[in-house]
């Protein structure tokens, strides 16, 4: 009974999670002003129009911010969690517990979004010859408003962009002070303990 309940716990999160990304995805990309008609764009708008589409008729988005897209992925994240805390530990969880612990998840997930993409865009900018131009031009648009202001800040030496490296090194700082403490903090409450 255990195997099973530990492969409904891995399915729930998995689905919950990979939806999620997607609709972060979606978020940054509007955010960002991004060319959707790269095929990966349309592929994250098709997956996400008809989610965002029914929030938007009630919360419009406020100076370039998808409101409705991050109360989207704030309930998702509620959803998950009380899923995943009931499977695991039969109680219902406290619901400031569950805020925290999903502001706490977004956040972490944005992380790693920007960093993986980051890294990527680096790796991909070395060998830009053996990749899919719209998949580099993908991780431009996303990646270059964090670069862009950390380029202000260390000036490419000799040629070489050093401003990924200052960025990868703040998110991992933000990462380590407020998010990993953050879901601890959640984690706790909603359980409580």
């Known amino acids: 009974m255990q195997s099973f309940t530990n492969g409904i716990f891995f399915l729930t999160r998995t689905l919950f999670d990979l939806y999620i990304f997607i609709m ?3 978020i940054i990309l509007n955010w960002v002003h991004a060319d959707m008609r790269t095929p990966l764009s349309q592929f994250i708008s098709k997956i996400t ?14 100076h370039g911010i998808d ?10 994240e509620i959803l998950k969690f009380i899923f995943l805390i009931l499977l695991s530990s039969g109680g219902f969880p406290s619901i400031g517990g569950l805020v925290v612990l999903a502001f706490a998840e977004l956040l972490q997930q944005l ?4 960093f993986y993409s980051i890294l990527l865009f680096v790796i991909f900018s070395w060998i830009t010859t053996l990749i899919n131009p719209s998949l580099y031009y993908f991780l431009f648009q996303i990646t270059e408003p964090l670069l862009r202001p950390a380029r202000r800040i260390i000036p490419s030496i000799a040629g070489l962009d050093f401003s990924p490296v200052l960025v990868l090194i703040f998110l991992k700082f933000i990462q380590m002070i407020l998010t990993q403490p953050l879901l601890i903090i959640g984690y706790q409450m909603a359980i409580g303990h």
Do not use: E, N, Y
């Open 24 to 26: 972060m995805l979606r």
């Open 111 to 114: 992380i790693s979004i920007f």
């Open 49 to 62: 129009t008809p989610t965002l589409k029914l929030i938007r008729k009630i919360v419009p988005a406020v």
């Open 67 to 76: 409101i409705g897209g991050i109360i989207v992925l704030l309930l998702l």
